[in-house]
């Protein structure tokens, strides 16, 4: 079983920043990838940014320039600066773990997320 703790999401005024972080523990493989997903009210689920282990990173085209992720390994923890922020970037924010098999079987897991709301 996989544990994924997030905090860190909050009420922040459009320009500013927020840090979320989500750690990890139990079964984690050494491939994987971390990152972070979102979903606003009536829209579908959406990917933010991902970090594999060997710190290969992928970005929505929306927050690059913006966002960034990092993660430490020893501490099984990722993290999400976000700064310049939108009132489009309002949303629940997941933390996802896949861990990764040599054969290439995917196998998810999901935080239960954190709410970033950006208004005045």
């Known amino acids: 079983q996989v544990q994924l703790v997030e905090s860190g999401g909050g009420l922040v005024q459009p320009g500013g920043s927020l840090r979320l972080s989500c750690a990890a523990s139990?079964?984690?493989?050494?491939?994987?990838?971390m990152g972070w997903h979102r979903q606003a009210p009536g829209k579908q689920r959406e990917l933010v940014a991902i970090m594999s282990s060997s710190s290969s990173t992928n970005y929505a085209a929306s927050v690059k320039g913006r966002f960034t992720i990092s993660r430490d390994n020893a501490k099984n923890t990722v993290y999400l600066q976000m700064n310049s922020l939108k009132p489009e970037d309002t949303a629940v924010y997941y933390c996802n773990l896949n861990n990764i098999d040599r054969t290439g079987w995917v196998e998810k897991h999901w935080g239960q997320g954190t709410q970033v709301t950006v208004s005045s």
């Open positions: 139990g079964s984690i493989f050494s491939i994987n990838t």
